[in-house]
């Protein structure tokens, strides 16, 4: 299974911008999933994860209420809606997913080294 991330690009400050990320291969729908973000010379930054189990959706504090997960199963997509970017939101945005039936416990959610898959990142660019 291979994951691509795509839909970045160069924005202002206040505007909106959704991201996608697709699987060839198998299927997503057994997988939780992430998206995570890493700007230059930083370290990556988990943004959000859904949880298949619960249904749930977890998001980091600094992008809490304005970031959105959602997915189309039968599309085998799933989306990050981003809404009244800032600049500090600049940085190549990265989906990922946990192995095939495997469960990210909580206290995990934003550990890069338990999710499995990995795709291409895409470059998102706020502007002020």
């Known amino acids: 299974v291979q994951l691509q991330a795509y839909g970045g690009g160069l924005v202002q400050t206040g505007d909106s911008l959704k991201l996608s990320c697709t699987a060839s291969?198998?299927?997503?729908?057994?997988?939780?999933m992430g998206w995570f973000r890493q700007a230059p010379g930083k370290e990556r930054e988990w943004v959000a994860t859904?949880?298949?189990?619960?249904?749930?959706?977890y998001y980091a504090d600094s992008v809490k209420g304005r970031f959105t997960f959602s997915r189309d199963n039968a599309k085998n997509t799933v989306y990050l809606q981003m809404n009244n970017l800032k600049s500090e939101d600049t940085a190549v945005y990265l989906c990922?997913?946990?192995?095939?039936?495997?469960?990210?416990?909580?206290?995990?959610?934003?550990?890069?080294?338990?999710?499995?898959?990995w795709g291409q990142g895409t470059l998102v660019t706020v502007s002020s």
């Open positions: 990922a997913a946990s192995g095939e039936g495997r469960q990210i416990i909580l206290s995990a959610l934003n550990n890069p080294r338990v999710y499995e898959l």
């Open positions: 291969g198998r299927t997503l729908g057994g997988r939780d």
């Open positions: 859904f949880r298949r189990s619960s249904g749930r959706t």
